[in-house]
């Protein structure tokens, strides 16, 4: 089980530094495991995650080309004048923030000043519910700042034992292999609590700003549902006792085997090293070529090795292994892509029912809110 | 000042208020569009270079 959770997890990594788009530790990841003995399912992985990569840059930039292509000339030429650095142009939408906050502050002032005074007072102002998502959304953000610092971390870990692994055997008792599996425990912790975090904040928010939009809810909350049952079922079909029970009977069996004749081997030869066949051996086809190009194995063993992949491979345990995995990653997908949904249906639709005039939630929601009143009186 | 002509200057003001917030937010679309093409040359030259590197 143990190798087979450390791919997933390696896998799983590649994975997420795609999705943050993080080239630079791909591309140290890919020069780190090329040509590394054992390490070639691993560096295929990041090739791939790295040409998506480039992939979507393409595409991206196309994108941005086609919105590049609608501003009017004029605009472009006023562009030209302006560009500068990031910090150039945050000041200068800051300065356009401040710009629209008293436009819109002397519009409702000038409006205001048109109603008797009683009705002044009756001008409730709403809760400012984008500020209080915003100051929500911090919160959240401190707590992915710190799950995106502790993967840093466990990445660093990973390179560290790779780097060791290329030069020797790295022991299973390994305080290092300790440190990796205590920060893993302490990254799925952290995720969990930015998840919950994220629930137990923003949903009221979602709630009250929907409040009375019945069709929007029940959407968001459906939405919630599945991703709580999806996450479950990954979690049951990862945690199933059974399932380690027959790893324990069946496989690990077949892999001590194999670790009984590596070990008649290891230390007689440079060449052969630990992390080959811890790595390696896993792998039917570099089986093959270890053995092949060392020559270092007696027949007999190169043929019982042979053997103990085939097996290992084709038992009913590892299959259900493999599919289990397949089925969690298919759930993680699903999951992903209700994510997405929930966060469509909160954030961009909170802004699209709010944020049409101005772009500016409070004030637009006082301002029309203000409208709305003034109209009534009149 | 009676009701109809408060309504009228209310009217007036809300479409200056909507005339000054659509030029301010064509300004800065102006400015984020620029900020997105000079970002793209940005991306095409490092690609660019990352391709001769690795040739």
Redesign the interface.
Known sequence: MKENIEQTEEQKQIQELKEIGDIDSLKELSELSEGQPGMESLHNDVEMALQDL?KE?VNS?DK??E??AE?PDY?KN???K??GS?ED?AD??SE?EA??DL??E??VS??ND?LPDGDKDSIEKPGDITQRFAEAQAEVSVEQARLKSIQDKLNQKHYELADRESNGVVAEDDPLRKEIDDINNERIEAARSAYSLDSRLKEPLVREAFEGDKDVLEEVSNIKAEIDKLNQEAENIVNDPQIQELYKRDLQKILQRRLDIVNKYYGKSDELRASDFRNGLSDIVTIDRVSGSSERFSQEDNIALREIGRQYYSHPTNIDLRNRQKQVDDLHNQRNAMKEDFLLKTSAELAKKYDE???SVSRTMFYNHL?DK?EKK? | ?D?ED??K??KK??E???A??SK?????????????????EK??ED?RKDIQSSI
């Open positions: 480039i840059s930039l941005s080309g919105m590049a501003i605009q006023e562009m030209i302006q560009g990031p142009i200068q939408l356009i710009e629209k436009i819109i002397r519009g000038s409006m048109l005039e101005s772009n409208r003034i009149i | 000042m009701k408060v309504s200057e209310i003001i809300e200056e208020t909507l000054k917030l301010l937010r064509a300004k800065k679309d102006a400015i984020v569009s620029n900020y997105i093409a000079k970002l793209r991306k095409i690609l």
